[in-house]
């Protein structure tokens, strides 16, 4: 399967032509108006997209038919476009992806699957057991659910305690570390350790970014996105990691049990809010559990054992 690293006026014109797409069928697509379009693919290589349109691009592509694909790989290269594949950027095994889902809470949740995996700045290598982490964060309706069946606080953006329908996919955001806790209690589960967290992002090679170790910000939504919120959790599809699970950099930083000091809990994955270059899993960073913030959210994580139980797989 083809991936784009930097998109031009060129992948654009064969995007659209292996999509069959009129210019303003595809525009439509994109959310941006055809004039632009005819403007980027005038300009062939010579442009420069914003991230915000080349993240939709990715999407595009990434949800395209195997026949798009194979379309869209001739024709670029018929234009002059190198285009790496996933095997030649992301060279080496990856592991089986397997998901359940969880009774309780009713999310998709990613097996990882016990061994060692190159941890922190330095790659240090870590062994974990098995575990389930959730294949996207936290929503604001998956918290909607959580508040109705415990009377807990909801966020306080919500408007006299309903979430906004617009942002019902949208990573929940205004939580405490007491309240993602919360919620996972609630749901049976825990917050991931940091170690966990990172594993799932980088995998076992050690590669810098869920995608491999190509810094690409148009795959999560970071600062230089320009998008200025949260975007919706299934948005970035080129910029799953391994074991396919989502916004593992960008969007919301993420809580994590693992205390840094008395009071204080590791965050993970950068945020709208942050400089792509911050959205490094191995990167540290931490805050007090009381602190809440419109770029602050969480997921859940389980051993495998105990979800194996539940879900009858033993």
Known sequence: MATVE???????????????????????RLGVSDRMVSKWESRKDTIRLRQVNQAALDTLLAGSAPDVHERFASL????????????TASPGPQPQQH??????????????????????????PVWLPSFYIDVFPVT????????????????????????????LDHPVVFVTWHDASAYAAWAGKELPTAQQWEKAARGTRGDAYPWGN?????????????????TPVSRYHSGVSPYGVYDLCGNTWEWCSTRSEPGR?????????SPFARATPAVFNDASTEMLDDDTGFRCAALATTIDAMVGNV
Not at 76 to 87: F, Y
Not at 265 to 273: C, F, I, P, Q, R
Request: hydrophobic share 30%; charged share 25%; aromatic share 6%.
């Open 6 to 28: 930097r998109w031009s006026g060129l992948e654009v014109r064969a995007l659209r032509e292996a999509s069959r797409m009129s210019t303003e069928e595809f525009a439509a």
């Open 76 to 87: 670029a290269r018929s234009l002059g476009t190198v285009l790496p594949t996933q095997e």
């Open 99 to 124: 998901q359940v889902r969880h009774p309780r809470d009713g999310k998709k949740m990613a097996l990882v699957e016990a061994g060692t995996f190159l941890c922190g700045e330095k790659n240090e």
């Open 140 to 167: 604001n309706n998956d918290y909607a659910r959580f508040v109705a069946a415990t009377g807990h606080e909801p966020p306080q953006h919500w408007h006299r305690g309903k979430c906004p329908e617009a942002i």
């Open 214 to 230: 190509n810094a690409t910000p148009a795959k999560c939504n970071s600062r230089e996105s320009g998008i200025g919120s949260t």
């Open 265 to 273: 809990y590791e965050l993970k994955a950068g945020a709208w809010t």
